[in-house]
């Protein structure tokens, strides 16, 4: 189990990278909370009727990736599910962060950047057993 500044730390290098990453659009349909920790929203998209949830990335972290690209809206965050497990509470999850307004080098205009991180991911925090998708009636 890591740490409290040790998690600070690996998510932030995480959203540091993430901004650094291709631009690509992120359609705005679902309602949007705040959150200081990414894992309220994987949960809500796992116990959600349609497998989504959105949400802005508040706290340190995100103050800090905010800053440091010079990012001119929050830092915002989409969960969709993309596959259910047969073990009750699993899922393979997309986890989108993108900001407008990033600034990646000095003199280079702002732009949206966005990153999609693939992660498999049970309501109690640990990765499934076992892949076996859920079968569907």
Known sequence: MLNRTTTRKVLLALCSAMLCAATCAAPETTPRVAVSDPKVLMLAAIDAPDGRAAG??????????????????????????????????????????????????????????????????CRNGQPPAHLRLEKTP
């Not at 690209?69 to 993309?82: G, Q």
């Not at 900001?99 to 702002?110: D, H, I, K």
């Open 56 to 121: 802005m990335l508040t706290g340190e972290v995100a103050d800090a990736i905010t800053q440091r690209f010079s990012a001119s809206s929050a830092l915002f965050m989409d969960v969709t599910t993309l596959a259910r497990y047969a073990q009750d509470g699993c899922r393979r999850l997309n986890v989108r962060f993108w900001q407008e307004g990033v600034r990646l080098a000095p003199g280079q205009g702002p732009q949206k950047q966005t990153i999609d991180i693939g992660i498999n991911y």
